[in-house]
């Protein structure tokens, strides 16, 4: 299927109030959109609408007597058994069991493929995430961004954008001055001086690491060296390690943009002469300022310091004209919250330049809290006391913390709990997930170790206990899903539908005997065995899709 069944479902329901208004059933008006809902329970249908309760003012009937109507000119669908109407004016549509079963081997044809969509229709999509300065070791409120961005990647892809993901760091200005001066420090105390280091610079171990290692390379050759050597070579081994551990967690980027460029190409200092041209830039207290006010935010913002210096509004608006004139379809960038108020003045500023930005999308995600036995761990990437995010791999593993990260909405706080994440136990979902995974593997392997053929044809017709039709119906849910992640930019859907799918999985195989040493059992047994060869394959979909790893064995 390229389009959900939801999706199908509200086209039949405006089928149906258009037929009946042709027939002079219903009188007329303007058809609205049609808020169709998955049913509470299978017993009083897989869809539903209560849209004839609103429409009764404007057909001046009963809004019973209108879902009646409608029933009436509802068009015959494959996939619909039955629609119904039921007091005080919903309509009820269930699915055709026998089409249920025959979608077993529409998944397992489908295979990697399955729940795949066609919303984007090829156009190009950038996802910008992470960009974290190249100051210091990647910090777990950084790989909450990453995760989400990554995996709204492969939800963009499977919806059929062509996908570009990219990094964008800030490698100028004062705070990499900084980093350069405290390595510098950091060098000269290495050859004995006395240094007096400032509170504001960077103090972690990591800053004395590459002092170290320019002290074994060059001895003192570096002592009148000014910070500028010392900076870019800690910007060079900060964001090697930055590389590094993205890619433990499987993200990998397609382009990295440097902010240097844009000084270097003079991108900045065009932008604001642009913005100047256009009257929205005036000069107070030795500072240039941005009139976004005018532009719809809550206050005039400073673009370039007294001293010079650019704000991160001023090259933040640069990059994005560069990314609007490359001429992707979509951008979508991924924020943690302290950009909130940083973001929409970049945006007034793209408007106030002529550039629409209604395909330029953000997603603002809240900090991130650790904790263990239940107290909270304290991080501080300055000072030095944190816990980064290669620290967190090395204790939960990559796919704990792909799905914990994930586990939430992008708005809400995250509490990672440490304890959770390595329990192997159903309270861990991500135990809970893999291991619903694990288990098919087990039962089709047990199923060849006595003599089963996987491959041999089955007559899925068998298929009718209530648990078996409820993971079909659950499996089919996988398109519904990626699709409402996509249009809301939610990919905190994906973990609530792996958990939900383990769910009715491990309910099936606590109901329904998959292989059977009985003669009389072979027939379901086969019937069984290609309906969770089909389930295997929508959990490692959905496992794929979250960036996590879909084992044979547990």
Request: with cysteine; proline share 4%.
């Amino acid at each position: 299927m390229s389009q959900t069944l939801r999706y199908q479902t509200e086209r039949l329901f405006i089928q149906a109030l258009e037929s009946a208004q042709h027939a002079g059933d219903l009188p007329a008006f303007d058809v609205p959109p049609i808020p169709v809902e998955r049913g509470r329970h299978t017993s009083h249908g897989d869809f539903g609408t209560s849209v004839c309760l609103k429409l009764a003012r404007e057909a001046h009937m009963n809004p019973l007597e209108i879902a009646r109507r409608v029933v009436a000119h509802f068009p015959v669908a494959p996939f619909i058994e039955r629609v119904e109407a039921s007091a005080p004016g919903y309509v009820n549509v269930y699915l055709h069991p026998e089409w249920l079963k025959s979608q077993v081997q529409s998944i397992l044809d489908a295979g990697a493929a399955f729940g795949n969509l066609d919303i984007g229709h090829g156009q190009t999509a950038q996802v910008e995430f992470v960009s974290a300065n190249p100051t210091g070791p990647l910090t777990v409120g950084r790989g909450r961004g990453g995760v989400m961005g990554d995996t709204l990647a492969n939800l963009l892809a499977a919806a059929n954008y062509r996908v570009e993901r990219e990094y964008y760091f800030n490698n100028a200005g004062r705070q990499m001055r900084i980093l350069g001066e405290s390595v510098r420090l950091r060098y000269l105390e290495r050859l004995g001086h006395t240094v007096d280091f400032p509170d504001d610079h960077y103090q972690g171990d990591y800053i004395q690491d590459i002092a170290a290692k320019l002290f074994e390379e060059h001895g003192d050759a570096l002592a009148e060296a000014d910070e500028s050597v010392f900076r870019a070579r800690a910007e060079s081994d900060i964001f090697a390690d930055i590389r590094a551990t993205l890619q433990r967690l499987g993200i990998v980027f397609d382009a990295y943009f440097n902010e240097n460029v844009l000084h270097e190409n003079g991108q900045v200092w065009t932008t604001l002469d642009e913005l100047r041209a256009r009257g929205y830039v005036y000069e107070e207290d030795g500072a240039t300022w941005l009139r976004a006010e005018e532009l719809g935010s809550t206050k005039d913002r400073v673009l370039v310091k007294s001293d010079g210096d650019p704000t991160y509004r001023l090259p933040d608006i640069a990059y994005h004209v560069d990314k609007i004139r490359r001429g992707y379809g979509l951008m979508i960038t991924i924020l943690g919250a302290d950009h909130i108020e940083e973001y929409p003045d970049v945006l007034a500023g793209l408007r106030a330049l002529g550039y629409a930005t209604d395909n330029v999308l953000v997603i603002f995600h809240q900090f991130v809290t650790l904790t263990r036995s239940g107290e909270q761990v304290r991080m501080s990437t300055r000072r030095g006391h944190f816990v980064t995010l290669d620290e967190l791999i090395d204790e939960v593993g990559k796919d704990a913390v792909r799905y914990f990260m994930l586990a939430r909405s992008a708005e809400s706080h995250m509490d990672f709990d440490l304890d959770l994440a390595v329990e192997q136990s159903d309270r861990n979902p991500v135990y809970y997930v893999q291991y619903a995974h694990a288990r098919i593997a087990s039962i089709l392997r047990h199923a060849q170790e006595l003599g089963w053929d996987l491959d041999a044809p089955a007559d899925l017709a068998l298929l009718h206990h209530p648990s078996e039709m409820d993971l079909i119906r659950k499996m089919l849910d996988l398109q519904e899903t990626v699709e409402m992640a996509v249009s809301r930019l939610s990919p905190h859907l994906l973990p609530f539908y792996a958990q939900e799918l383990a769910a009715v999985f491990h309910t099936f195989y606590r109901d329904c005997r998959v292989v059977s040493s009985d003669p009389e059992d072979v027939e379901i047994g086969r019937a069984r065995l290609h309906l969770v060869q089909a389930a295997k394959t929508v959990l490692a979909r959905v496992l794929y899709l979250m960036g996590m790893e879909a084992p044979e064995r547990m």
